[in-house]
């Protein structure tokens, strides 16, 4: 999307930019008049869920699992450190990386609306934008997580960072142990959506994909 | 989704962006507005040759207006020529679309941020 296409962003009330009022518009019309489902185009978009977007989030993750100095820059101001490099298409201000450590573990919600780094990320998932998930994630993030088949230790915090219109989150998972001398590429495989949103791990080293 | 509907859009309309596996998308709304043509070509709304001509057709005056034609711009003019079509088919006017166009903003406008944006009567104003 161009610059001009983007709002500035308010602090208390949503924002679409021109460009979608206009995709809503057309939307609601022809939904109205029974041109088109709308559970037929979220099925239609949902299919091409990894072909949306740059998908850059995983590149910056490894990138930041292989050089200290890119890492320390990215938890200082992510969307400058994001800029630096050459092969990533621009991202929106505001994007807060947070690292997860053994002592802490990070998870992100909110994406009802545009505060979700889809250029980084894809696409969310759909139970993502379920109230559900959002209140419970909140409320009980373990028990969330162990929906997600994430089970952590029990002296592991969990932190649930709620995406505001300024800020966006982007999760910086651990690297997986075994992946000693590995190359940005090869690691980058192994960072998954859920990884970055923090209701997942990277893949392991050697597990079936 | 049927992805032969999709695989019979791109080949016949050969200028959508796509890897090897099929189209590609800049941003989410991209594929809203590439989904909303292929549910109405489905409907039989218009043809594939149809659609491709009006496209065209919108790519070449955005270029005598000076658009620079990267490639970034493809799916604006791909929204434009929905926009185009469906009024010129009767299914909606241009006024129409505008007065949505507003009511999604108003319902934004509305709407704390975190919740998500519906649109309600209210917002026709």
């Not at chain 1, 740059?54 to 992510?78: C, I, M, S, Y």
Request: with cysteine.
């Amino acid at each position: 999307m161009s610059e001009h296409d983007h709002h500035h962003h308010d602090h208390d009330h949503s924002e679409l930019s021109e460009t979608e009022l206009r995709v809503r518009a057309l939307e609601s019309i022809l939904t109205e008049k029974g041109y088109v489902e709308a559970a037929a185009l979220d099925a239609i978009v949902q299919a091409y869920e990894t072909k949306i977007g740059p998908h850059n989030g995983a590149r910056v993750v490894a990138k930041a699992w292989t050089d200290p100095a890119f890492k320390q820059a990215l938890l200082e101001d992510a969307s400058k450190a994001v800029g630096t490099l050459g092969h990533v298409s621009r991202v929106g201000d505001h994007l807060v990386a947070i690292e997860n450590t053994t002592g802490r573990h990070n998870m992100v919600v909110c994406t009802l609306c545009s505060c979700y780094p889809w250029e980084m990320l894809g696409l969310p998932p759909v139970w993502y934008k379920a109230s559900p998930y959002r209140s419970r994630a909140v409320k009980d993030p373990r028990g969330v997580l162990a929906d997600f088949g994430v089970s952590l230790p029990k002296e592991t915090e969990i932190r649930v960072w709620d995406s505001t219109a300024e800020t966006r989150f982007l999760v910086l998972p651990m690297r997986p142990a075994g992946t000693e001398g590995w190359s940005e590429d090869q690691l980058a495989e192994l960072v998954t959506r859920d990884s970055m949103i923090g209701t997942g791990f990277p893949k392991t080293p050697g597990a079936p994909s | 989704m049927d992805s032969g509907a999709a695989a019979r859009a791109t080949s016949a309309v050969s200028s959508i962006p796509r890897d090897q596996d099929g189209p590609v998308f800049r941003a989410p709304w991209e594929a809203q507005a590439f989904a909303m043509a292929l549910t109405l070509h489905d409907r039989g709304v218009f043809t594939w040759p149809e659609w491709a001509a009006a496209l065209a057709d919108q790519i070449k005056r955005a270029q005598a207006a000076g658009d620079p034609d990267t490639g970034e711009t493809y799916y604006q003019h791909w929204l434009a020529t929905l926009e185009h079509l469906v009024a010129a088919k009767g299914v909606t006017t241009h006024e129409t679309l505008h007065r949505y166009r507003d009511a999604w903003d108003h319902a934004a406008d509305r709407t704390p941020h975190g919740q998500p944006i519906e649109l309600v009567p209210g917002d026709f104003r």
